[in-house]
Each structure stands twice: as structure tokens, then as C-alpha cells.
């Protein structure tokens, strides 16, 4: 790839030199006395007339606001939380698109020293409750086009919503953005430690429903690490992340990340297509963009014409979610001259192998880059063992010598992936003699499509609340524009015939309770499932079978 510049450190020495001191310091408050995410990400910029957000609505209407202006939203933000009994350490569920009061919701509960949680906005009833379930979230913010969903979940939260013009507000409901205009910017931020959460996200695995992950507020210097050493972000810089603040690449780095640097971050509130992000692109000058390998596809099979406008213009791309297959690579290379780097991290703790845009020098096409500094990553056998180069075994971080490493633990669960000093991360890899990891893929039944993870076990449950369906196994089949699909193998009650009709009545089943982009796009209709002799679905199986099957052609 890039040519090594003589002045740029190599690799090895990044990582030597890291200190966690510096790291501290580089935070406005402290981790070990005293620290509030609102003033790391907002306060601490203010009286500086400082650019923070560019937000441009669906129908293309472009406003930007300062570093003062979020002060002055959070505030009122923050006061109409407490009004609501909102305290240090509740939580506040969020379930908005992309506009400023999703920023002015966020800064300000964390200014009351409360814990945000994110909603996505395509989840159904089902992941809605099962979310608000085990948060205890106190209050959920909302707008008319998800409130109606609520409806259908049992939940004591109160409820706020952003209302349009025109529009009615539920029975109940708070007026948020009269609330908002009505309440006092001002509002002294409640300090905290660096070990009291301010984020409570939620992840899927092979077994059970999405667990909570609760995110310390010392992972703030992860966060603003990842910004600096692997993105690249410089303060001149028009960056935008694409990805949905409803999950963890968006929330720690489309929002927090930049905002926390004092960089100005972008949102566009309209549906992903590739043509309006060519035009936003053009239109601010982005020189860093941020996203999924599938939105970076789609911006390929728009094709090179589409792409020649915006030529030159990117400076970095960086990319996460899913693996990033080397013909992006050089498409982005050849039509867009911008160097896209992948990225490789988790909801619990964040990126953590990245192909570092600071250090083009040691980027390898098909890797997924190197350890941060302030990580020590490492491949492990089954046993727990360290395996030297081109062995494949479980990435892992060690505890002990990975001082930015914040996951403790899943909220109220067990965390097998924590043991012997080290975090299992569930991926497969193994490591390149020059220390570089290869992803090879999941040890576990967790599907990756789209740049989302999706929990096999999820996706079944809500399929078996379907009357049809008597027994489903969902996997993973591999997909050339979204990684993966998800497809599900159903046994139906013996009243029902399989059908078309009855395949896509069941994917607008999964989609309408669970979420939009988790239904499967294949089902398949079998008369049984394999199990083991214990009775468990032997889901590997099937996804063995259909990789054998789409290799065939
Ligand atoms: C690449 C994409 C832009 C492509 O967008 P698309 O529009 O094609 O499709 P999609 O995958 O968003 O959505 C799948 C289906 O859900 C629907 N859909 C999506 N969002 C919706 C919403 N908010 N409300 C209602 N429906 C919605 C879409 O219309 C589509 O329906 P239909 O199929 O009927 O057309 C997007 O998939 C994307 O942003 N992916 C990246 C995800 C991401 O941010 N990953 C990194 C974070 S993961 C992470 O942090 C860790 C973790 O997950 O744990």
C-alpha cells in the first residue's frame, strides 16, 4: 500500500510510547476524582464560538450549531430531565433519528451525571422491551413515528416526545420540545468517577437475548484514543460518521468521540442511499467519512461517474462492522484516490484493532490492522494458551497489560468472555509475522449482516411467537453485499403449509416485533432441525450446508 514516509514512528514505537497518564491528561476532569462526559464532550469547548454539529434534515435543510448552542440545549435538556425525577445514575432511553435534540438529550443526561441508552429506531416492540426491561430506563425520549410502538411494551418509563408541527401529543406524554423551550439552559454539571457508567448499551450473542453492556466513564480515553491514533482526526477535518448513534460505532464515535476532541460532527437525518451521500460529501467537503463495509459497497455499485465528483476530496475512510474485502479497497483507491482503512472493534470496548490512518505505512489489505496502543491483544488456543503467528485462535485482550480496556462485564449476566485474565472477543483470527491480525470469522453463531450483530437466538424467539412456526434455527449465510443474511430454517405447526406468502408473512413478522434489520430475508421451510442427542439445535450444521451450497453455485 502507502509508501512508508521516513518521518512517520513505525508501529512498535506508538505502541511503546503509550502511557495512560497522558491519556488522563488529555481529559478536562479526572477518571479517578472527578469527570462528566457533558463537559469532556461539551462544556470544556464552550465561549469559543467553536463549530460542533452540522445537521442536515431529510429534505436537505443544513444547520449548524456551536459548542454553545449544545451547552444551551443540554441545559434545558438536563433541567427537563430532573423536572421528570431523573437522577445521577438513572437512565434515559432514547429512541430519535439523527436531529440536534438526540445530541441535546445526550449531553444533558450525562450532565445530570445520568447513564444514556440508545434505542435503535428500527427495533419493534420486542427489543424495545426487553432493553427497557433490564436498564430500569426512567424516562424514554422519543418522536411520533416510534412512539406508536411503546403502545405495545410494558414498560413504568415515563415518556417524552418530540413533536412535529401539527402533531398531537399522547396522552401523558411530556411535550419534550416545549419542555425544552420552556425550562433554563443553565444546569452545574453532577461530577462522577471514572468507574460510574454514562452509557448503557446492548449486544447479541449465540445464547439468550441481547445483554446490557455498561460503559464506565473511563472509556471516554478509549474513545478519544480511537479518534486520534486510528481515524486520524485532525482539527481541521469534516468528519462524518454514518453510522446510527442507535449502536455502538455510532453512539462512542459519531457523537462522543469527535465531540470530545472539540471536532465538529455531522448527521444527516434521511435514509442511507448512496446518491445523497456522494452529495453530502460534496456539498461540506467531508475529508473524513466513517461507516460500514455494506454503505461502502453501495457507494461502489453506484459506480465510478458517481463517484468522480467527489474525487480527491476524502482524505481518510475508515471503516467497521464487518471485515473489509480488498476490491473496496482499491475501488475507493482507484475512483475515489481516498485510502480506506479497516477497523475492527465491539460494543464492549470499543475499536480495538485498527489499520491505524496515522501509520499508513503498516497498512495490509485484507487485515484488520494492528492493536491500539494502550491494548495488548493476543490469539488464544482453547485452553487459554497464547498462540504465536499464523495460529488461529480466539482474539483476546490481555486484561492486565491493556490499561484502555474498559468492559468489566454484561449488566446483570454472567460474562464467561472474561476469564483468566483475558476478554474473549468471539472472533477467530490468527496473527501475521508482523503482528498484523487476519480475521477468519465468528467461533460462535453470531451473525454479522449489514455491519449489525444479530443474535441468532433473538431473531428465533421472536419467530416462534409467530402461530405457525413450531421450532426455527437461524444462521448466517454469506451474502457478497451485506457479509452475511440472515436465513431461518422453519418446522411449522402442523396446520400450516409452507409457501412464499407464509415465508415473507413471517419476515414482516420478525421485522414489525423485533426490528427492521434483523428479519430474515431467506426462511426455509424443513419438516425437522438437527440436534444433538441433548436436544440442542446443531445450528453449524446449516450454515456449513448452505456455505457448501453457495460455493456450488
Ligand atoms: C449499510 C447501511 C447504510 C445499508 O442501509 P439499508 O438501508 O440498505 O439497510 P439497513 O441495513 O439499514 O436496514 C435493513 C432494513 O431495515 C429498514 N430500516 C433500517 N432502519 C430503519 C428505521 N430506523 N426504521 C424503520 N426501518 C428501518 C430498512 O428500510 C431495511 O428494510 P428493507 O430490507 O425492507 O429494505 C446500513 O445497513 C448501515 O448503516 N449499516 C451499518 C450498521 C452499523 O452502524 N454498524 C457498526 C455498528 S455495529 C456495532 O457498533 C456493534 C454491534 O452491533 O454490537
Redesign the pocket.
Known sequence: MTETPADLPRYDDAFAQFRIEDEMARLHGNPTTSINAYVECCGRYTGENRLALRAISASGELREFSFDDLADMSGRAANVLKAAGVGAGDVVAGML?RIPELVALILGTWRIGAVYQPL???FGPKAIEHRLGYSGAKIVVTNPTNRGKLDEVETPAQIATILGPGEALPQGDIDFRAALAAASPDCQPVMRKGDDLFMMMS??GTTGLPKGVPVPLRALMAFGAYMREAIGLLPDDVFWN???PG????LYYAITGPLQLGIATTFYEG???AKSTYDIIERLGVTSLA??P??YR?LMAEGPQAAARVKGRLRVVSS??EPLNPEVIRWFDANLAAPIHDHY???ENGMMVNNHHGLAHVVRAGSAGFAMPGYRMVVLDEAGNELGPNQPGILAVDIAKSPLRWFDGYHQAQTPAIAGGYYRTGDTVEYEQDGSVSFIGRADDVIT?????IGPFDVESALIEHPAVNEAAVVGVPDPQ?TEIVKAFVVLAPAYKGNPELAEELAQHV?KRLS??A?P?EVEFVTELPKTPSGKIQRFLLRKAEVEKRKTG
Open positions: 433519528p435503535f429506531t428500527a449486544t447479541s454514518i453510522a446510527d449502536w455502538a460505532y455510532g435514509a442511507f442511499n461507516g460500514s455494506t454503505a453501495l467497521a462492522g472493534g465491539q460494543t449482516s449489514a455491519g449489525y450483530r451485506r421485522k427492521a434489520h428479519y430475508r
